[in-house]
Every structure is written in structure tokens, then in C-alpha cells.
């Protein structure tokens, strides 16, 4: 499906995209950073971590708050409608 856009709002479109893409990188490089500096985690730390996410999403979502989460193990973990 091809949508057309006014200008500016491409302009505004565009430069999200671009800022998620740019934190995206940033967050991975702290994780690379992390795991240098700390080691891979334990399979009990991955667990936990992904109960502590799963927990965090199904709070109310709040405006500007994640409501979906890839996990390291490639799971999605997602806030119910």
C-alpha cells in the first residue's frame, strides 16, 4: 500500500525513524558494553530478566511507554489489549 504524505509530515516521519534507528544503535552498544564488562548473563539472570520485562509491559501503559519487548531469547513480550 503506497500512502502519500504532505511534506512536512514526511519530514516528521523521516526524522523519527531516524531517532528510533540512532537509540536502537546507542542500546546496543551499551548492551555490547555491558557484556564486555560484566560477561553474558547467567540462564537465571536471562530468566529473571524476562519475568521482570514481561511484569513491566503489563502495567497500564502510560503515553510514551513501551508496550512491545524483544527479548534476548527472541521472544516478544507484549502488553494486553
Known sequence: MQVCLPED?????????LRRQDLLSETESYL??????LGEPSPGEQAR??????????????????TKLVLDSGAIATSPK
Open 32 to 37: 555490547v558494553n555491558l557484556r564486555t564488562k
Open 9 to 17: 509530515l514526511y519530514q516528521q516521519v523521516k526524522a523519527r525513524e
Open 49 to 66: 530478566a524476562e519475568a521482570w520485562a514481561r511484569k513491566a509491559i503489563r502495567q497500564p501503559a502510560e503515553k510514551g511507554r513501551m
